[in-house]
């Protein structure tokens, strides 16, 4: 039995130490593109993951006839198109703001929204934040002052049941009964009637990039304010505030938890409601015809956990979506595994990690392949993981193991090792 040591976290700053950035983010956007071994890549924000039936078939097109013929589900449930072409940006930026995907140039790769995906759909939960969702990205792109926003910064909405309320969110909103809903910014909370989340959440971007102008660290997230820095959320508080919401927020009684996120994903696949039906992309990627296979639908939402709930489906869709490739039962291998892109796409990497998490046994929790130390792609929280130290060896909770014995190992090794590594 191999010993459980947890792989070493890459170092962070000294408690109370601020981060300094001397530079703007470069997360690649859908009209900023990234140069990667295998091609230019393109990452599209999809605010609670959402896809009309017409924008899945767009994309599905865009990846085969521009890109590998795959996209990639993010853990924010955005989208990637990888093996792009140098010139094909003019090409790409037609094809995705006829299907409605670029409602606003400038603002494009600020629209980091995640959202409950079966908010609506299973009769759980305290409010349907899809609609919360589709109101902040509305209220986002008509704020000039929300382009300066990094594109890393994000908005968590929670319907309540916990799904996504601990996934590292800037701004966090979790909706409760009665009309109301926490909003959590760093280690403020505040309370706010439903009807005016949206609009609180936004006011709370503001504060943040109030504070981070003020700071002088150039900060992309909350977490990278200095202590004496907080986002200011007293115009959110009391008579007198001037954010334009109905009714001012107050404090939350005592201090409210972050949950901590789900080990594995809180959506198990399979049927969903009574007319939709959530699938898992084996390790977050989907073949052109995978996602084709998805429609019809009234809509197709991404998900943080690398999957896509199809809604208006009905469930006898199962096994042909099972045959297409897709994960579709709990406890099928794939479940629980993730892997950065390795090689040949990623230059750092120093193995091809994607085949060999493609063996992964079953029963895994949260087991992520990295290509290297930088461990790019790790679930949030709790998790173990294989690391590539080259071609053929690969470090498994802090053991060497040659490439030969990988999967024994990683089945040892099924349950993740109790540490935290912090989300980037």
């Not at 990846?63 to 853990?75: F, I, P, Q």
């Not at 200095?226 to 115009?235: E, F, K, Q, V």
Request: aromatic residues 2%; proline residues 10%; glycine residues 12%.
């Amino acid at each position: 039995m191999l010993a459980a040591m947890p792989p070493t976290p890459p170092p962070l700053p000294d408690p109370g130490e601020p981060r300094i950035r001397d530079r703007g983010d470069a997360c690649p956007g859908a009209l900023r593109l990234h140069s990667a071994d295998d091609g230019r890549l393109a990452r599209l924000r999809l605010p609670a993951g959402r896809l009309t039936a017409r924008q899945a078939m767009a994309l599905a097109d865009a990846a085969e006839s521009l890109g590998d013929g795959r996209l990639s589900v993010t853990s924010r449930g955005n989208a990637e198109l990888r093996g792009l072409a140098d010139d094909c940006g003019a090409e790409l930026a037609a094809l995705l703001s006829g299907a409605g995907l670029l409602p606003s140039p400038t603002h494009e790769r600020v629209r980091n929204i995640v959202a409950s995906p079966a908010a609506g759909l299973d009769g759980l939960g305290a409010a349907d934040v899809q609609l919360w969702a589709r109101a902040l990205d509305d209220l986002l792109c008509s704020a000039p002052w929300a382009a300066a926003l990094s594109g890393r910064f994000l908005f968590v909405l929670d319907d309540g049941r916990g799904d996504v309320a601990g996934l590292g969110g800037d701004v966090t909103l979790v909706a409760e009964e009665g009309g109301t809903a926490l909003l959590r910014v760093g280690s403020q909370c505040l309370r706010v009637r439903a009807a005016d989340a949206p609009g609180a959440a936004l006011a709370a971007a503001r504060a943040f990039l109030t504070a981070a102008e003020a700071a002088g660290t150039g900060a992309w997230r909350v977490a990278e304010l200095p202590a004496d820095h907080r986002p200011d959320l007293s115009g959110l508080v009391g008579p007198g505030g001037a954010t334009g919401l109905g009714d001012p927020g107050h404090p939350a009684d005592g201090p409210v938890p972050v949950p901590p996120p789900p080990q594995a994903p809180p959506l198990a696949p399979g049927p969903l409601g009574a007319h939709a039906l959530h699938v898992l992309a084996p390790l977050g990627r989907l073949t052109a015809a995978q996602l084709r296979a998805l429609l019809p639908a009234d809509e197709v939402r991404f998900t943080p956990w690398r999957g896509a709930v199809v809604v208006g489906a009905e469930h006898d869709r199962l096994p042909a979506l099972a045959a297409h490739g897709l994960i579709t039962r709990p406890g099928e291998p794939g479940v629980g595994v993730t892997a950065c892109t390795g090689r040949p796409g990623c230059a750092k990497s120093l193995a091809d990690v994607r085949a060999d998490a493609a063996r992964a046994p079953a029963g895994l929790l949260a087991f992520h392949y990295s290509g290297c130390e930088r461990r790019c792609g790790h679930p949030h929280g709790v998790w173990a993981g294989a690391v590539a130290t080259g071609a053929d060896t690969y470090l498994v909770d802090g053991v060497p193991v040659p490439r030969t014995s990988l999967a024994e190992a990683v089945a040892a090794a099924r349950a993740p090792s109790a540490h935290t590594t912090p989300t980037r």
